[in-house]
């Protein structure tokens, strides 16, 4: 693929780069990315992956926005309220870079559905809120050998670990599920909307860094930060010999939902 | 004794303690929610009351921590 003249100037601060240059963006603009969940970190993700110009944009999520999302969730827009956000997502993205081939994907990613979505693209965004979605995007990356981030926010915090095959997984972390309302959703314990922009736009600039091959990337390693003094940190990770997905004696073999035991510690 | 919390140092007033006792020491509210490494390896949740840290070892705490804010 050569580059119209448009595309030049469009994509000009990505190709002067050094480490992107006209190769680069030619990797970016055949790349395949899927965004799981288009709420506050699928949003920034989605957008600065379409303005970046990757080639194709699956978007998979099952609601339709709500007033309260708008405080965070910037592809949304107020004349957007009850508009599916795969719908809502998709207009923005076309507005922004025609170039985007947009897949839609309406519903909840499930143990049924997840490895043939995920079989199209070459690296996935974990924009989900809860762990067991979050657990199975890992669980079917591992076992198809595939590339993602995670991505969590609450309150003022955030953490992210990106994971490429071979490398620590989000399992070797976190294990299993922990018990419903054991630890608070953003619904429940509130979420600084700027939070979700830092970091989605750290996800969005690992997927384009794999996409590239350039840089370093957050494996084996998971950054965090506390936006409210802002601090951030880094924790060095090794993969989990114990994992239950990825480790030397595995017992997820197949994908599942991990159950949450129901738990009433916090409320 | 010297121990790396979470890439900080901090000197505790006492000899090897298990990770439980740090956890504590730490006030971390609920240790079932949190994955912790001693010297870059996790340690079983089980395992918390038997597992000794010592003088500069290495303590990572890493929370759970969904977000996003789509599928309530």
Known sequence: MNFTENQIERYSRHIILQEVGPEGQK????????????GGLGSPVALYLAAAGVGT?????????????????????TSDLDKHKVESAADKISALN????????????????????????????????????????????????????????????????????????????????????????????????????????????????YIIGKGRLLTNRMLTFNAFNMNFGEVNLSANSDCPVCGSNPVITKLEMDEQPVCDLKQ | MRLIINGKEQVIDSGNMTIQEILKICDVKSPDLVSVQLNRKFIKREDYTTTVAGENDE??????????????
Do not use: W
């Open chain 1, 98 to 209: 025609p170039d985007v081939e947009i897949r839609m994907h309406k519903g909840f990613l499930n143990p049924e559905n997840i490895a043939g979505i995920i079989s199209g693209y070459d690296f996935i965004i974990d924009g989900t809120d809860n762990f067991p979605s979050k657990f199975l995007i890992n669980d079917a990356c591992v076992l198809n050998g595939k590339a993602f981030s995670h991505g969590g926010i609450l309150r003022f915090e955030g953490q992210t670990m990106t994971y490429t095959p071979g490398n620590t997984c989000y399992r070797c972390v976190f294990g299993y599920a922990p018990p419903k309302n054991a630890v608070p959703s953003c619904s429940q314990a509130g979420v600084l909307g700027s939070i979700a922009g830092m970091l989605g736009t750290i996800q969005a600039t690992e997927a384009i860094k």
């Open chain 2, 59 to 72: 303590i990572d705490f890493l929370y759970f921590m969904g977000g996003g804010g789509l599928i309530e």
């Open chain 1, 57 to 77: 944009i699956g978007l998979a999520d099952n609601d339709v926005v709500d007033m309260t999302n708008l405080q965070r969730q910037v592809i949304h827009f």
């Open chain 1, 27 to 38: 990797k970016i603009n055949n790349a395949k990315v899927l965004v799981a969940g288009v």
